[in-house]
Every structure is written in structure tokens, then in C-alpha cells.
């Protein structure tokens, strides 16, 4: 195979340098509302710009992310899916960019509770950078991205996908040996101040796509400003 794919590509000449233009995203409170006529759902995006996987805090954070949002049994889902009803599969994520990322709460809900929805996801937002999760929780969670883990590696399509991962972000050789003994390390305090450092409120930008008449009032307290 050496041989053939030597044969067959030798003679191509390198290419110039890729252009590599990383963006400079800006965190502040700005309100997007696009009108959709008659619409029975409103789909809201809560986020600001936050780190790479190159940054220490950047695993932390994701275990952050995945007890507040990012997990079906997440204090966000919780609330708004299953104690209040007003959505059935919101999430939130923590993403990945070449040396920069981002956070973001994505969530459809119903026309009605628009603004409620959005009260309550910064409610828990702002719980978790009060008060630190209680062992238990947290436990539950790190038990979750362990398990999601070693599932994302038990196919050669996961590893390879965890390699570029790696080579993309720069991580070295022992990202994978020691990324879930690094996930059961995070503690409460760290959740909180993680929160804190990062998950800032009022630095959050908010895009709402649904029914402007029904729903621009209920957005008001979330203009510049507002808060």
C-alpha cells in the first residue's frame, strides 16, 4: 500500500500555506429577533464565545457544560422540559473551533412561554455560579462523559475522529489516557467559578426566531441594556 500511494502521489508539489484567519468573536448582551408569522414555536439561542480545547479550563468547562445544559438530565432540560413543559429537547453545547469556541443554549419552545423560557434559563445559569453542584450531581455527570467516552472510542471511525481532535488542537499524546481520570477531578468549586469566569449573563447574545407580534413584549427585559 506504501508503495502505491508513493507511486501514485510523489510527484505532486506542495501547495502554499493554508490561510489561517481566526476570528475575534465579542461577548456582549445584544437581542436578535427574527419574525416568523404564525408560528407555533419560537427556537431561541443563548450563547457567547468562550475558549478552545488548548485551554486548561477547557475540560472543566465541559463537564460545567454538560451539568447545566448539555445532558439529558442537565438542571436546563430539567427545568424546562421536564418540570415546566416548555420544551422537548433543548440542549446546550460547548463548541469546538481552531483556538476559539464557544457556548451556546439551543431550545424550540412554545410561542407562549418565550420570555419565561428564557428567565428560567438564566435562573440556572445564575444558580450554578452562586452555588456549587452537591458531590451526587456531579458524580452523576462525570459518570456520563466517562461512559460517552469510551463509546466514542469503540469504533476505528471514533478513534480516528479523536486523533484529529488532537492534532487539530494541539492536546498531545496523553489527551485520551488521561481524559477521564481529568473529568473525575473536576470538583464542585470549579463548577461554580467556572460558571462564574465564563458563563457570564449579561455578556450573552440572544437570537429568537418565531412570531414577533406574540412575542416581542415577552423579550423586553432581555434588550442591551435591560438587565
Do not use: C
Not at 478513534?159 to 473536576?186: C, M, P, S, W
Amino acid at each position: 500500500m506504501k508503495k502505491a500511494i508513493t507511486a501514485a502521489f510523489s510527484g505532486w508539489a506542495k501547495g502554499p500555506d493554508p490561510v489561517i484567519n481566526i476570528p475575534k468573536p465579542v461577548a456582549q448582551r445584544r437581542l436578535e429577533l427574527v419574525d416568523r408569522p404564525n408560528a407555533s414555536q419560537s427556537t431561541v439561542y443563548v450563547g457567547l464565545p468562550t475558549i478552545d480545547p488548548g485551554n486548561p479550563d477547557f475540560l472543566p468547562l465541559q463537564v460545567t457544560n454538560s451539568l447545566l445544559g448539555g445532558s439529558f438530565g442537565s438542571r436546563i432540560t430539567s427545568n424546562i422540559r421536564e418540570q415546566k413543559g416548555y420544551t422537548y429537547s433543548p440542549s446546550s453545547t460547548l463548541s469546538a473551533r481552531y483556538r476559539t469556541g464557544y457556548w451556546a443554549e439551543i431550545a424550540d419552545v412554545t410561542t407562549a412561554v418565550t420570555g419565561p423560557s428564557l428567565k428560567e434559563i438564566f435562573l440556572e445559569i445564575d444558580r450554578l455560579g452562586k452555588e456549587p453542584p452537591d458531590a451526587d450531581e456531579l458524580k452523576g455527570i462525570q459518570d456520563y462523559l466517562a461512559g460517552v467516552f469510551v463509546l466514542q472510542n469503540s469504533s476505528r471511525l471514533g478513534i480516528i475522529g479523536q486523533l484529529v481532535f488532537i492534532d487539530l488542537h494541539n492536546l498531545g499524546d496523553k489527551y485520551l489516557e488521561t481524559y477521564v481520570q481529568r473529568v473525575y477531578a473536576v470538583t464542585p468549586q470549579q463548577v461554580k467559578e467556572l460558571t462564574q469566569k465564563y458563563l457570564t449573563p449579561g455578556r450573552m447574545t440572544i437570537v429568537v426566531v418565531g412570531d414577533k407580534s406574540k412575542i416581542s413584549e415577552q423579550l423586553t427585559p432581555y434588550q442591551a441594556g435591560a438587565q
